[in-house]
């Protein structure tokens, strides 16, 4: 299968690649391409994680799809955008991905922030013509318990050589035992991104988000944060447990993977099987109305 790689340039002008492959409808998705080796794939194992999550969910879409892959989480850890990583430029950031793909319309799934950047995506153009949010809400998500969060682990960066604990979960995992690698500057850009997201209400934007939409979670996506992460509770699966039938009535299609907490959710066998018949029962919805 024939691929492009190109490179698009951000709002803070650094240049991000872009790889792209596949044929029809295209599907904007913010992961990385290139599965990682070595000492780096032997730590995402550890931690349940697929290190060729990207490249296993481009595989799995690109012979329905022209998949525009691009890794913006990679991209901001080692181009950090500490004062400017608000929705907007998030937005600017996502719509200079499609541009230089020469995508007019196209589909979007992201996880985790990056679905919350989806939502935020969709209430700002009306190109795209389909959205997946992953591993966060559409309405009632956890904005003040994420800044909480970040706030807590920006401040841990101050002093680097000090241990952070880690939230509480019932993985196998001593979360406990975990260190804090981030820089000042990498965890500024998402205290700046939650800071600005203060204020936010996502009930009232939802009239704004025109194309059709998927929401899912893990059943049990709930961290606990201990008190020196403010004792945060960051809730992702309680909104699609609770009010399913809400998100229903405005407009999502809701699913909730029993059992799977937030890692194991992400990972492309639980993915897949959720978003490729869903987006390509929505593409031929697409491709009716062009």
Known sequence: MKTINIQASLHDGSKI????SGSGPAILLPVN???????????KRKWGMDPALGRSLIDGLNDEFTVVAFDYEGHRINHSAPNTLTPENVTRDILAVADAAGVE??????YSWLALSGLQLAIRTDRLWALIMGGYPPIDGPYDAMLAVTKATHDLTTEPKKPAAMPQTDDELDWDSAEMTMTEEQTRQFRTLYEALQGFNDRTIQSNVSCPRLCFAGSVDKIVYGERWGNAVVDIAGPLLHKSAELQKIGWDVQVLDGFDHIKAMQPNAVLPIIRPWLIDKRIQENTTK
């Open 17 to 20: 690649s872009v790889e792209i």
């Open 33 to 43: 391409p290139k599965p990682l080796e070595g000492q780096e794939a032997e730590e």
């Open 105 to 110: 319309r196209w589909a979007y799934y992201g």
